[in-house]
């Protein structure tokens, strides 16, 4: 029997995830970032990708499953199943607006430029709030594109909110609360079911266990 093929990211959740497969004993060494590829254990082969590529992965049948920031699956909306609430990796994506722009908010008539990563769930967020916006995508460095004159302000994720203030920006609205989760594709959980709801319900398990 093949072993399944998970899709773990590199960057922020990347220690949170490599922490929770060697708690479930799917890995047995700490990897580095700049891995591809994990040795199969207890079943499992672990692929190291970009954030936003593992969607690309199990959707496309790469991988049987990854793990995945839901602020990444709001984004990107693929085919897959959305399965379990990791609970890690927690943070919000906010709105924020230059300190001596803020009272811009009070006035939904207005234009505005934003900056983000997120251009389908700003585009979203704009349209439910009834406010016109004029999207500027950017994919590294958002919270710089009001300080250049790029845009009027930003649509970003925060954890602590410290970036957004060394770049002196205040929030204004909270879009969404975000957290690291296990997707699967929807053809290997049909076909390799009695692999996967193990490894699903241990991580369903784990999670349990790691909430106050």
């Known amino acids: 029997m093949e072993p399944l093929t998970l899709a773990i990211p590199t960057g922020r959740l990347f220690a949170d995830a490599v922490a929770l497969l060697r708690r479930l004993r799917v890995i047995a060494d700490l990897p580095q970032e700049r891995s591809l590829v994990l040795p199969a254990a207890g079943g499992v082969h672990v692929l190291i990708a970009k954030p936003a590529d593992i969607l690309t992965f199990v ?48 006035r939904p008539d207005l234009l505005l430029r934003i900056a ?27 919270e710089l594109a009001p300080r250049v004159g790029l845009a009027d302000g930003v649509l970003d994720v925060t ?17 969404f609360r975000s957290t690291a989760r296990l997707v699967v594709n929807r053809v290997s959980l049909r076909a390799n079911g009695s692999q996967i709801r193990p490894l699903i319900d241990q991580m369903t398990a784990a999670a349990a266990l790691s909430v106050p």
Not at 80 to 104: I, W
Not at 162 to 171: A, G, K, P, S
Request: aromatic share 6%.
């Open 59 to 106: 959707e496309q049948g790469a991988a049987d499953t990854g793990i995945v920031g839901k602020d990444l699956l709001l984004e990107q909306r693929r085919d897959v199943y959305e399965l379990v609430d990791l609970g890690f990796g927690a943070c919000r994506g906010v709105v924020a607006l230059p300190a001596a722009k803020t009272a811009v908010w009070s």
């Open 116 to 142: 983000t990563k997120y251009p389908h769930v700003a585009a979203q967020f704009f349209d439910s709030q009834r406010r016109p916006v004029e999207i500027v995508e950017l994919h590294g460095s958002v």
């Open 159 to 175: 954890m602590t909110g410290r970036t957004l203030r060394d770049n002196l920006l205040v929030e204004v609205a909270e879009v």
